[in-house]
């Protein structure tokens, strides 16, 4: 657990240097959130409608600009090849790579996505839901996030094979995370929806690291 803890704070000061690709998915996430309804036009009771599946979709689609840089820092540098001949096994590594890109990135929008939902009009009493369906949806869409970045390691244009990879991965998290906040801005019972969201995180939070690992090992073989 040291071990595990010294490189989650190793890959949190990384990530923190480069603060400006921290802000990118922020600014993407604010301007889909802001665009979306100008493009239909709502009014306030369609656009409080529209919110859960527009707070998500800006998640998801903001949540691939960061993905490529999971391991693209490593490889550049030659770092990939001394984490591949580490004593310490590699799905440990690239577990503290995907728990910090989720501390930074996945925090970022935990926080900026009640204050859209605000300005997209969603009942106040949703707030708390979208909190809890943003943080475990953000942990699966890292770990799966993680998943793909390993397979297009190296690869020419990895952002545009990245996003024809995860997208279909990604539609469940979709449903059940704008199911979630619907559920609670209509009043009616949030928890199932949750309770397969919290489902879907620890699986891939078990399942994503050794894939990862071993599509690595594959890339340098």
């Known amino acids: 657990m040291t071990a595990m803890a010294a490189l989650i704070r190793r890959e949190f000061r990384l990530l923190w240097r480069r603060r400006a690709g921290l802000t990118q998915p922020l600014i993407f996430f604010a301007l889909v959130c802001l665009l979306g309804p100008l493009g239909v036009n709502p009014g306030p009771n369609l656009l409080a409608a529209m919110a859960p599946a527009l707070l998500w979709l800006a998640v998801l689609l903001a949540s691939l600009l960061t993905l490529d840089r999971i391991f693209r820092d490593d490889v550049e540098s030659g770092v990939m090849e001394v984490l591949l001949l580490n004593p310490l096994p590699l799905w440990m590594t ?27 009009g969603a009942p106040p009493a949703s707030m708390l839901v979208i909190c809890i369906s943003v943080a475990l949806g953000a942990l699966s869409l890292t770990m799966l996030g993680t998943v793909g970045a390993a397979l297009t390691v190296g690869q020419h244009n990895a952002g545009a094979l990245l996003a024809i990879l995860l997208l279909p991965l990604y539609v469940p998290v979709l449903i059940f995370g704008a199911g979630a906040i619907q559920a609670a801005g209509q009043g ?28 690595l090992r594959i890339a340098y073989d």
């Open 94 to 120: 690239v577990l503290a790579k995907a728990l910090a890109h989720y501390l930074a990135v996945g925090g970022v929008f935990v926080v900026a996505a009640p204050l859209a939902a605000v300005v997209l």
């Open 188 to 215: 009616l019972p949030a928890a199932g929806p949750l309770y397969l969201l919290a489902a879907m995180a620890v699986l891939h939070l078990t399942i994503a690291p050794p894939a990862a690992a071993a599509a």
